[in-house]
């Protein structure tokens, strides 16, 4: 993941992905290493690269909606760009230890 913090929030925009979880999975988005990359700017947009589990996610809206709302949230966050990137395609390997153990793929 590649994170560009100018405007100082990076770790109150993590802190707010780390609420977003795809419905079907019990663990957060970050966690499960669905974030590629994170960019944030003096002008308070912030440009989230992320991906899906699976192209034909049947949450993707939903997902992508519920990033865009919680970012709107954090202070001094003026606009949210959240893109959907499949290059490189997800796989268990991109998650945390902690998602990990959560889901049992030890």
């Not at 707010?16 to 079907?24: A, G, H, Q, S, Y």
């Not at 954090?74 to 959560?102: H, N, T, Y």
Request: glycine letters at 6%; one cysteine or more.
């Amino acid at each position: 993941m590649i994170i560009n913090d100018q405007a100082g929030i990076k770790d109150k925009v993590i802190e707010r992905l780390k609420m977003v979880f795809d419905p079907e999975i019990p663990v957060d988005i970050y966690e499960l290493g669905l974030i590629y990359e994170l960019h944030t700017f003096p002008d308070g947009v912030v440009k989230v690269v992320m991906t899906l589990t699976a192209p034909a996610c049947p949450a993707a809206d939903q997902i992508l909606q519920d990033v865009q709302n919680t970012l709107a949230e954090v202070e001094g966050i003026k606009e949210a760009r959240v893109e959907i990137s499949f290059d490189p395609p997800w796989d268990k390997g991109m998650m945390s230890e902690d998602a990990k153990l959560e889901l049992g793929f030890f």
